[in-house]
């Protein structure tokens, strides 16, 4: 037996179609009932002389051979409104699916390691992440995330979520007069991309980050993305490297 809560979202997905059944339901039972006592009213008339004999008929006639195939009628319309309703649901929910899927594709991430042999830096051994947007329209990028893997080892020095192995890291966006800027989020123009690390623990090495990269199990990076294009397409982007 259908529950409750089914009945209200069958609801709110048909709730124009359920509403017509019910104003014409109503018209069909009115038209019913007046046919029903039509007999009585009928002889009354009769036997006042004061009815329409003619129209009685007419009237007994029309809702009969009317009334039955219309009510027929109707419920074949509202399957079919119905069917439309559910096909057209489905169909859109396809459709937004294997857009995002083509959208995802546009999405370009690389991943490589980098160890610097200047003096003094703070993280001389980093995990790079590029996010290069391949579509024609800006991307708006957020949300981003990198959960630490078995396969590597990040400094100390870097900046955790507390009792977590999770980063939020920023994105480079441009270089400005040799000046880094970096941003929680970003809108990444066509052909353009913004760039994060992770920062590793120099004795860990370059070689065991590449190992780890190649292997999957350095971690797994997520972020959200929005084309800002005359469709706005919103979804999640989640890998492991």
């Not at 609801?11 to 359920?18: A, D, P, R, T």
């Not at 109503?26 to 039509?38: F, N, P, Q, R, S």
């Not at 004999?53 to 009334?67: C, D, E, N, Q, Y």
Request: proline share 5%; glycine share 6%; aromatic share 10%.
């Amino acid at each position: 037996m259908p529950s409750k809560q089914a009945f209200k979202k069958w609801y709110s997905e048909n709730k124009e179609v359920f509403d017509l059944i019910l104003v014409v339901g109503t018209i069909i039972i009115a038209v019913g009932t007046v046919i029903l006592i039509i007999p009585p009213i009928k002889d009354f008339f009769d036997k006042t002389q004061t009815a329409n004999s003619g129209f009685i008929k007419a009237l007994s006639i029309l809702g009969t051979t009317v009334g039955l195939p219309l009510y027929i009628i109707l419920l074949v319309v509202l399957g079919i409104i119905i069917a439309y309703k559910k096909l057209k649901k489905k169909y859109s929910k396809a459709t937004t699916i294997e857009k995002n899927s083509l959208r995802s594709k546009q999405m370009q991430i690389t991943a490589y390691c980098s160890q610097s042999g200047k003096a003094n830096l703070t993280y001389p051994l980093k995990l790079y992440f590029h996010i290069r947007n391949n579509a024609r329209c800006p991307v708006a990028v957020d949300n981003v995330i990198f959960e630490v893997g078995s396969g590597i080892i990040d400094d100390p020095k870097g900046h955790r979520k507390r009792g977590s192995n999770i980063y939020k890291p920023d994105l480079l966006l441009k270089e400005v007069n040799n000046t880094e800027l970096w941003f929680d989020q970003a809108v990444i123009p066509p052909t353009e991309k913004v760039t994060l690390y992770i920062p590793i623990q120099p004795s860990f090495g370059k070689e065991a980050v590449e190992k780890a990269l190649k292997n999957k199990t350095a971690g797994k990076l997520s972020f959200r993305y929005t084309f800002l294009d005359e469709d706005i397409v919103t979804d999640n982007y989640e890998e492991s490297f």
